[in-house]
Nanobody, 121 residues
Framework: QLQASGGGMVQAGGSLRLSCVAS????????MGWFRQAPGKEREFVAG????????LYADSVKGRFTISRDKAKSMVYLQMNSLKAEDTAVYYCAARNGGTSTKSNDYNRWGQGTQVTVSS
């Protein structure tokens, strides 16, 4: 199971850290991802990380602002979001797939509930 938390409302330029607890199984060899979906838009890839090696992957729109990490001992995946913009407003989801990371939401078969991030300009 995946459970995301940490969303909220913040002003543009501010920061938030999202957390995702991964429980119920071992995630060895899994790829973990963060996706987001804004109203009226398709779900889009934000960042991903390999569980084993911690290799990150970012969407161009968040490079340099967001940092994904994982704590294997705590079975947690984090998304540190800095320099937030109004266009980052969305529901954020954590997801997992057996294998490496992918930017395609259809490649992920485990999803947590979303957490709302609202950035006011």
């Amino acid at each position: 199971q995946l459970q995301a938390s940490g969303g909220g409302m913040v002003q543009a330029g501010g920061s938030l850290r999202l957390s995702c607890v991964a429980s119920g199984r071992t995630f060895t060899n899994y790829g973990m991802g963060w996706f987001r979906q804004a109203p009226g838009k398709e779900r889009e890839f934000v960042a991903g990380i390999t569980w084993n090696w911690g290799t990150p992957l970012y969407a161009d729109s968040v490079k340099g602002r967001f940092t994904i990490s994982r704590d294997k001992a705590k079975s947690m995946v984090y998304l540190q979001m800095n320099s937030l913009k109004a266009e980052d407003t969305a529901v954020y989801y954590c997801a997992a797939r057996n294998g490496g990371t992918s930017t395609k939401s259809n490649d992920y078969n485990r999803w947590g509930q979303g957490t709302q991030v609202t950035v006011s300009s």
